[in-house]
């Protein structure tokens, strides 16, 4: 029993590490859930981030609104432009 444990530790690497064989690149099966439908994957998400904190929400937030946006780490948070508009009225 003992050896199992010491052989899927071995399989792991710290996520800065990338594989260095195809070997190596294996599916963790205990995070990925096969479902027969989009509703039953959608209740899932639900009740799971139902469970999470709200801390732990909004930190996940947060990460992808940096990913979408394209900032984040020693990236630069965006700022707005300065933009004028010159707009004439007409006589009234």
């Known amino acids: 029993m003992a050896s199992s444990k010491k052989s899927n530790s071995t ?3 710290k996520a800065s590490s990338p594989p260095r064989s195809a070997k190596e ?3 963790d099966r205990t ?5 027969n439908s989009f509703e039953e994957a959608d209740r899932l998400d639900r009740e799971y981030w ?3 904190t709200p801390h732990a929400r909004l930190r996940e937030l947060e990460r992808l609104r940096q990913f ?5 780490g020693s990236k630069p948070t965006p700022r ?3 933009v004028f508009k010159i707009v004439e009225l007409g006589k009234s």
């Open 80 to 82: 707005f432009q300065k």
């Open 25 to 27: 690149l294996r599916l």
């Open 31 to 35: 995070c990925v859930r096969i479902v």
């Open 11 to 13: 399989r792991r690497h």
């Open 68 to 72: 979408y946006y394209g900032y984040g």
């Open 50 to 52: 139902a469970r999470q």
